[in-house]
């Protein structure tokens, strides 16, 4: 089994921290703030907060989640992960459990494959730890996040913020996220991009051509 991800971590990566800046700094509020011609009218659009020098936490550090550690790394932030084994060559710090990496971050970006052990791996005690003013984006599969959870948690306050492009049940979205100004919402569209495509292409003719020549192949399929 191969794997496709070498063709899009980086357009992966770019749309979970593009989604993390869009819920911090309001960007699509803003956009809605604006468009609505609220402006002239009532001149307190909500405030975001910054993104440098947060601790992001990490859940899933295969190459999409070393992708975004590196753009992350450029803001300043404090880069943490979790994944099912210490990462030796990896200069981000380690946390054995999401519970523990969840407590010692901002922030938490998920990555990783969806499996039976990572079925609803953000969960209520997750999202306790992660405190009022955290920020969950996800990137890997709607199933990862109870979604039910969440949804409350961003509805009473509890959750400061989410960025989500995979749901529990594609394409319906729960309606409630509809209004809340500190979710944006994405429809699956994080590994898709004119270039990446290509890129998909190319590795699939990579690999097809190496595996019918007995020779090494390019994107052997690991979980993270």
Request: net charge negative; glycine share 8%; proline share 4%.
């Amino acid at each position: 089994m191969t794997n496709a991800s070498t063709a899009f971590a980086e357009d992966a990566a770019d749309h979970a921290v593009a989604l993390l800046i869009d819920v911090c700094r309001r960007i699509s509020t803003a956009d809605r703030f604006v468009r609505a011609g609220l402006w002239p009218v009532k001149r307190d659009c909500p405030l975001g907060f910054k993104v440098g020098r947060k601790r992001v936490g990490i859940v899933g550090l295969g190459r999409i989640g070393l992708e975004v550690g590196k753009r992350l790394e450029a803001f300043g932030c404090s880069i943490a992960y979790n994944s099912r084994k210490k990462k030796p060559s990896v200069p981000f710090s380690y946390h054995a459990t999401v519970l523990d990496l969840a407590e010692d971050s901002d922030a938490l970006i998920l990555c990783c494959s969806l499996t039976e052990q990572t079925h609803h791996i953000i969960n209520k005690d997750v999202l306790e730890a992660l405190g009022k003013e955290g920020v969950i984006i996800n990137v890997g599969r709607g199933a990862l996040i109870d979604e039910k959870v969440l949804v409350q948690f961003l509805l009473t306050g509890d959750t400061g913020g989410a960025g989500l492009d995979v749901f529990e049940n594609e394409p319906d979205v729960p309606r409630e996220l509809f209004e809340l100004d500190n979710v944006v919402l994405s429809p699956h569209r994080a590994i898709f991009a004119s270039e990446s495509l290509e890129a998909l292409h190319q590795l699939v003719f990579t690999n097809l051509k190496a595996f019918f020549s007995n020779k090494p192949l390019q994107s052997v399929f690991q979980i993270e």
